[in-house]
């Protein structure tokens, strides 16, 4: 049973639109949201992380929207750009210092130039 | 941070055989994790090495088919025992500071 369900698998945008992956959770135990970027090659990189006692945190072009009442959240790159291409995934932990992280299925995006 | 460096970085082996895959950590931790990235996949976790005592291994995983070692708090390996296709796949060595988890570059494996 999958516990983190992340959509869409893939996405196209052009360079300077918003691309926007989401992601629902279904276990409320966990408490720390976060989103890893993967290029060809390497390990995943956390980008952001969010806890659910706030809504919104942005970190430079990146954004996570948590909605808790609905178990979900979402990553929007503002200004996106070609670097940004790479695979992106959601991931969730109930928290403590050995935590085990739950993935999300991944989502592709490619920004054309 | 944690810097981590996990070898080989790819391999391509013969049906039946072994790998054993290292990964070595610039700092001392109490867990490692070892994932397992099929193409174009998530990350699935296969097991957690602690220092000084067996790994624990999650559904689907067996200490037979991937045994690990964990001899100090900055190394592990895992080992891919009797080797199929089906587990040509990216191995992933990841350590968690704090709430941060920090992954290696990956092994890349083809089995043949």
């Known amino acids: 049973q999958q516990q983190v369900k992340q959509s869409p698998q893939s996405l196209i945008v052009q360079k300077g639109g918003i691309p926007i992956i989401n992601c629902a959770y279904e276990?409320?135990?966990?408490?720390?949201f976060p989103w890893y970027q993967q290029f060809p090659g390497k390990g995943p990189a956390l980008l952001i992380a969010i806890r659910p006692d706030v809504s919104e945190k942005k970190e430079g072009r990146f954004t996570i929207s948590f909605n808790k009442s609905a178990k979900q959240f979402s990553l929007h790159i503002m200004d996106s750009q070609p670097g940004d291409s790479a695979t992106y995934f959601c991931?969730?932990?109930?928290?403590?210092?050995?935590?085990?992280?739950?993935f999300g299925k991944g989502t592709l995006l490619t920004v054309n130039p | 941070s944690a810097v981590i460096s996990q070898k080989p970085s790819r391999d391509i082996c013969q049906r039946g055989t072994s790998l054993t895959i290292q990964c070595q950590v610039d700092s001392q931790v109490t867990m490692m994790f070892w994932y397992r990235q099929q193409p174009g996949q998530s990350l699935t976790l296969i097991a957690t090495a602690n220092q000084g005592s067996e790994a624990t291994y999650e559904s689907g995983f067996v200490i037979d088919k991937f045994p690990i070692s964990r001899p100090n708090l900055t190394f592990s390996t895992l080992t891919v025992s009797n080797m199929s296709p089906e587990d040509s796949s990216i191995y992933l060595c990841?350590?968690?500071?704090?709430?941060?988890?920090?992954f290696g570059q990956g092994t890349r494996l083809t089995v043949v």
């Open positions: 991931a969730a932990n109930s928290g403590g210092s050995n935590y085990k992280l739950t």
């Open positions: 276990n409320t135990a966990f408490d720390y």
């Open positions: 990841s350590v968690q500071d704090n709430t941060e988890a920090f």
